[in-house]
């Protein structure tokens, strides 16, 4: 029962994220402030107002249209709710422990908003590395905690793996390097402290498999199925070493 509660809890606070992912997605690759103005209809420019702003509920009611002009918004903005929302909920139903819950979801909806922008076309930007390594560094404590030392190690191995295995292999444009680095080490290093012994291997192993496929005209994997796979070896990592 209070699994059920926290996967609830986890799915609610990913549709609410995903709200802001929105906006962060689109806001942060053009430079402009994630604040600053707040939510507009983009074509009355009409300020949207709490109502406005429930996540994929708002979008449904209003069956996709702009509540003051009628003009249609896009089915990704609901899209992308429901994608944290659901991705939010199944890291909480993985995992069996809350304590790295918190930490586990934001590197994974990072992996999630980099590869959004990645997928449009965009430069990823630097906030979404520096934020899932915070979240990783989080984990740090919290396994001395509860007493799992011994999985920092791994978890450093997953780190080291991973994050030479993206660098190697991963053939992304020179000033996107670093940040497909550290997006892809942070998801091994969840991996490895996840699942001591096997998820540091397992999510270097995708990385380094997905990245060397290099679809496409410019030969270069895109970000999200590097990130996928990734999320996969953290979510798989956490249900196999589940307490
Ligand atoms: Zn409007």
Aim: include cysteine; charged fraction near 10%; hydrophobic fraction near 55%.
């Amino acid at each position: 029962m209070a699994q059920l509660l926290t996967i609830l809890v986890c799915g609610m606070a990913g549709l609410v994220v995903g709200s802001f992912l929105n906006v962060v997605v689109y806001r942060l690759p053009l430079g402009m402030s994630i604040v600053e103005p707040p939510s507009h209809c983009p074509s009355c420019e009409t300020r949207l107002t709490l109502i406005d702003l429930v996540p994929v509920v708002s979008w449904l009611g209003l069956r996709g249209r702009c509540r003051h002009c009628g003009a249609r918004i896009s089915w990704r903005y609901p899209l992308v709710e429901l994608s944290t929302g659901v991705l939010c909920a199944a890291t909480a139903g993985a995992l069996g422990s809350v304590w790295p819950l918190p930490s586990v979801a934001v590197v994974v909806v990072c992996a999630l908003g980099a590869s959004i922008v990645d997928a449009d076309g965009g430069a990823v930007p630097l906030a979404f590395a520096l934020v899932s390594a915070l979240a990783a560094v989080s984990l740090l404590p919290i396994a001395v905690v509860l007493g799992h030392a011994d999985r920092l190690a791994w978890a450093a191995l997953g780190l080291l793996l991973g994050s030479v295995g993206a660098f190697v292999v991963d053939r992304a444009h020179e000033s996107q390097r670093w940040t497909r680095v550290v997006l892809l080490g942070c998801l091994a290093w969840t991996a490895g402290w996840l699942w001591p012994g096997g998820g540091a291997f397992v999510a270097a192993w995708i990385v380094v498999a997905a990245a060397a496929t290099g679809l496409g005209a410019t030969r270069r994997a895109p970000l999200a199925m590097l990130a996928a796979g990734s999320v996969v070896a953290v979510l798989g990592s956490a249900l196999i070493s589940r307490p």
